[in-house]
Each structure stands twice: as C-alpha cells, then as structure tokens.
C-alpha cells in the first residue's frame, strides 16, 4: 500500500540528546513537510521540502534540523537546542494541493 | 500571508443532533480548503476538499461543507452525529501560489454524547 510511514511511534529523549525522528514516503509526491502538534494547539510548520536537496524553515525551526537526499525521505533531527521538544510530530508529503499525514511520532524528554 | 480561525475550540453535541464546526480564512489570493480529523494517537485524515467547482463539498463520513468566499468561511457540518465522531478536526488553507503548504486552524474538538 502506499502511504506515509513515521517511526518510531513513540520516542524518550534525556535532555540534551539528539533525536532523529524517521519519516519515509512511496507516494512518489515531490513536496514534504514536518509539523510539531501541541496538546490543545493546531499544527505548526517546522520545515518543508518542494525537492531533493533543498528544504526551507517554517514557522518554528529553531532547534530542529532536516534533510532531503532522497525522494523518499525527510529525516527530522530534534537537537539540544529545541527548548522545549515534547510534542506530537506529524509528516506529511503532498502532490496537487492534497496532503497525506503519517501516523505520528510522540516524542518524551525524560 | 494566510491564516485560519477555527472559532471554536470545542464542541459537545448529543449523539444524532446536527453539528456545524466553524472556520474563517484569510488569504489574499484565491485558496485551497481543507477539512482534516484527528483520532488520538493518530496522523490526519482527509474528510473533505475544495478546489474549485461547486461551493458545496460532500466528503467521507456523512460530512460536507461549504465555501463562502465573501464571508471567507467553509463551515464543516453533519445532519447527524455518531458517538464514533467524537474526534479532533482541523481546517487548513494553502493558497495557489504558496505550493502546497498547508496552514492549520487551532483545531475543534467534537465531543458526542450518547
């Protein structure tokens, strides 16, 4: 089937550790996103990829950092400079104006 | 720059009453619509789109809404509700010269109540 697949579901972190969060998509869409969901909150953009090899900062970059060597692929790296990383991470790929969601990665710092 | 008002943040309805979920845009160029829910634990599901076309939008689940461009409003609504609705949903923009990144509303919870 074709889809989104996110992993790991779950993640704990000890503070000031660097985390990877996995995203990998066989939709063959050009344009990836990652967003950050916080309990009660909408969501909110933290980079996105139009093509390989490139990506921009959303709305709240800072303490994150990505990737795009693959089509596939969109790898999420939550550093120790996030203040505050806990959070429900969402990513997302998109073609013609409709995007497709993964099931989420919920990242712990303990 | 766009943005999304979803006016409510939480909605309790009895099971089998009509429900209407708001969402106001703002975009100074023409939009794209969408309506996403969200079960716990879970990534978003699609219920609903607008392109272009009918103002009115049918999409999974019983749900519709429909695009009001001089109120900038596409209220997501359902003659009846399901206690299996209860769930949180989210309107998103993308404008047409944006790609197609989405901007999110704060999201609504729908609370069925048997």
């Known amino acids: 089937d074709g889809g989104i697949t996110q992993s790991p579901k779950y993640l704990f972190r000890k503070e000031g550790q660097n985390v990877t969060l996995s995203c990998e998509q066989n939709?063959?869409?050009?344009?990836m996103y990652w967003y950050r969901q916080d309990p009660g909150q909408g969501l909110r953009l933290i980079y996105y990829?139009?093509?390989?090899?490139?990506?921009q900062k959303g709305d709240i970059a800072e303490g994150y950092s990505v990737s795009r060597e693959k089509k596939e692929s969109f790898p999420l790296t939550v550093t120790s400079a996030q203040k505050n990383p806990t959070a429900f991470y969402l990513c997302a790929s998109s073609r013609a104006a409709e995007a497709f969601f993964g099931q989420g990665t919920r990242l712990t710092v303990v | 720059a766009q943005s999304v008002t979803q006016l409510d943040s939480q909605v309790p309805v009895f099971e089998e009453a009509p429900v209407e979920l708001r969402c106001n845009y703002s975009?100074?160029?023409?939009?794209?619509l969408f309506w996403y829910v969200q079960y716990p634990n879970q990534g978003l599901q699609l219920l609903l789109k607008y392109l272009s076309g009918s103002t009115l939008v049918k999409g999974i689940n019983g749900f519709e809404a429909e695009f009001n461009k001089s109120q900038t409003s596409f209220h997501l609504r359902k003659p009846s509700v399901h206690i299996s609705d209860t769930a949180e949903y989210f309107c998103?923009?993308?404008?047409?010269?944006?790609?197609?990144?989405?901007?999110f509303g704060g999201g609504t919870r729908l609370m069925v109540k048997p």
């Open positions: 975009s100074s160029v023409s939009v794209y």
């Open positions: 998103a923009v993308s404008e047409g010269n944006a790609g197609n990144m989405l901007t």
């Open positions: 990829s139009q093509i390989v090899n490139d990506f």
């Open positions: 939709l063959n869409h050009d344009a």
